[in-house]
T-cell receptor
Framework: GENVEQHPSTLSVQEGDSAVIKCTYSDSASNYFPWYKQELGKRPQLIIDIRSNVGEKKDQRIAVTLNKTAKHFSLHITETQPEDSAVYFCAVSSGGNDKIIFGKGTRLHILP | EAQVTQNPRYLITVTGKKLTVTCSQNMNHEYMSWYRQDPGLGLRQIYYSMNVEVTDKGDVPEGYKVSRKEKRNFPLILESPSPNQTSLYFC????????????FGSGTRLTVV
């Protein structure tokens, strides 16, 4: 079945710097790759997604890139702010069925 | 307001006492799913449903049951809860799992003693 690896598990960056979180997946038939942000004590919320026919997508300070050949996709956050502190999860829609598999999450700390 | 409503938010129960966590969405979404969230393990899929009367196992279905008799409701049933089912549970819904992201419920923190 599909396997999703997310790195790093914890990331600390200075406010104003950039943060990058990477996920790799195993099923080459997977075709939808969303990212979720979960603030402390809250539910996960969709922040950006990308489909397999697109290589990059941007929304203000966040962007996602997809490399289908290498089977990895990354979340990029530029000009980080204190409110970016949260746990971020990548997810993959399994190509062979309708399961949605999540990575284990990255805890992002924005340092003042 | 478009939302996924889960109840209860918090529940403490004893081993073996059957319980149901309810989930309802008002967005006419076809796909609904249950996840459990445990420290260091992320979100693991328990069951999912692509439409009414269609349900499938996720990665951790043991000890759980679900039903989808109406499009808007997707209850999670624990027939005989055990302490290893102590967790934070999320219900989520989507237009279609492969193409659209989830809207999550607010979560249910379950403790089984």
């Amino acid at each position: 079945g599909e396997n999703v690896e997310q790195h790093p598990s914890t990331l600390s960056v200075q406010e104003g710097d950039s943060a990058v979180i990477k996920c790799t997946y195993s099923d080459s038939a997977s075709n939808y790759f969303p990212w979720y942000k979960q603030e402390l004590g809250k539910r996960p919320q969709l922040i950006i997604d990308i489909r397999s026919n697109v290589g990059e997508k941007k929304d203000q300070r966040i962007a996602v890139t997809l490399n289908k050949t290498a089977k990895h996709f990354s979340l990029h956050i530029t000009e980080t702010q204190p409110e970016d502190s949260a746990v971020y999860f990548c997810a993959v829609s399994s190509g062979g069925n309708d399961k949605i598999i999540f990575g284990k999450g990255t805890r992002l700390h924005i340092l003042p | 307001e478009a939302q996924v409503t889960q109840n209860p938010r918090y529940l403490i129960t004893v081993t073996g006492k059957k319980l149901t966590v309810t989930c309802s969405q008002n967005m006419n979404h076809e796909y609904m799913s249950w996840y459990r969230q445990d420290p260091g393990l992320g979100l693991r899929q328990i069951y999912y449903s692509m439409n009414v009367e269609v349900t499938d196992k996720g990665d951790v279905p043991e000890g759980y049951k679900v039903s989808r008799k109406e499009k808007r409701n997707f209850p999670l049933i624990l027939e005989s809860p055990s302490p290893n089912q102590t967790s934070l549970y999320f219900c989520a819904s989507s237009w279609k799992a492969r193409d659209y992201g989830y809207t999550f419920g607010s979560g249910t923190r379950l403790t089984v003693v």
